[in-house]
């Protein structure tokens, strides 16, 4: 691990993928596991108090993390929010998972449609024709066969931010995960980014740690985000995050 003292109350440290696996720490792991993110953290900071001979970084903590395209991850500790340092990790932990479950909770719904047109389609087909029983187990099997298994966050999700300098620092970070597909909105005083993930969990996971620190909120497409489409200012409509890393 490579440790760096950027000032009297922030620390910046690179933590290999090794490091990571040596460690049994899986960049899915944040999301997954707050308890075991937490003592991860823990362990890291304690790890760089020691390296860098710091007895102490101030009173408030607060907890910055990025993922590297090589799957390496960049953590900043800085003096700020919080009253302990556990207090930083248990409430960054608890941003992964809160947001986790919101897009848990979308995809559900969205699998719920999907279940409902499937079973509509099944029954308007079933009315049109009586098929025999081999060809409805041919069917049957072709359906089990073709259905995907579906990633927890397939779902496009929303992201507000504050401010146009924090969606920009967001973007800074988030173009370094290869495969997003993204738009920029601004809706009253709240600049959004629509995010598209591809089927990878690493990609998601290391989206998320960006955006639960710069972001405020999440929304989806059903909550929240048809309305930024409709009464929203389009800032910029497909490579939102390449483009605003570029400012």
């Known amino acids: ?8 109350h922030k620390i910046h ?28 953290l823990r362990e890291i900071l304690a790890e760089a108090k020691y ?49 986790k479950e919101i897009m848990e909770e979308a995809k559900r719904k ?38 995907p298994e579906k990633t927890v966050l397939e779902v496009p999700v929303w992201v507000g931010f504050p401010t146009l300098d924090a969606c920009i620092h967001a973007c800074h970070h988030l173009q370094e995960q290869k495969g997003l597909s993204s738009a920029a909105y601004k809706y009253h005083d709240t600049y959004y980014l629509r995010i598209k993930f591809s089927e990878e969990e690493h990609q998601v996971a290391g989206t998320l740690l960006v955006v639960s620190e710069f972001g405020t909120e999440i929304l ?12 929203g200012t389009v800032l910029c409509k497909e490579h939102a995050v390449e483009t605003l890393a570029m400012l």
């Open 110 to 147: 969205l699998d719920e449609k999907k279940e409902k047109i499937q079973e509509s389609k099944e029954i308007e087909d079933k009315e049109q024709e009586a098929p025999t029983k081999d060809s409805e187990q041919k069917a049957k099997e072709k359906k089990t066969a073709a259905k």
């Open 51 to 99: 390296e860098l001979d710091l007895d102490d970084m101030g009173h408030y903590y607060s907890v910055q993390m990025a993922v590297m395209p090589e799957g390496d991850v960049s953590l900043v500790i800085s003096g700020e929010e919080h009253d302990s340092p556990e207090d930083a990790l248990s409430d960054f932990s608890k941003r992964l998972q809160d947001f």
């Open 220 to 231: 989806t497409d059903d909550h929240g985000g048809a309305v930024i489409v409709e009464h």
């Open 1 to 8: 691990m490579k440790f760096r003292k950027l000032d009297d």
């Open 13 to 40: 440290c690179i933590i290999s993928q090794e490091e990571m696996n040596e460690k049994g720490m899986r960049i899915e792991d944040f999301l997954d596991h707050r308890d075991k993110t937490e003592e991860f």
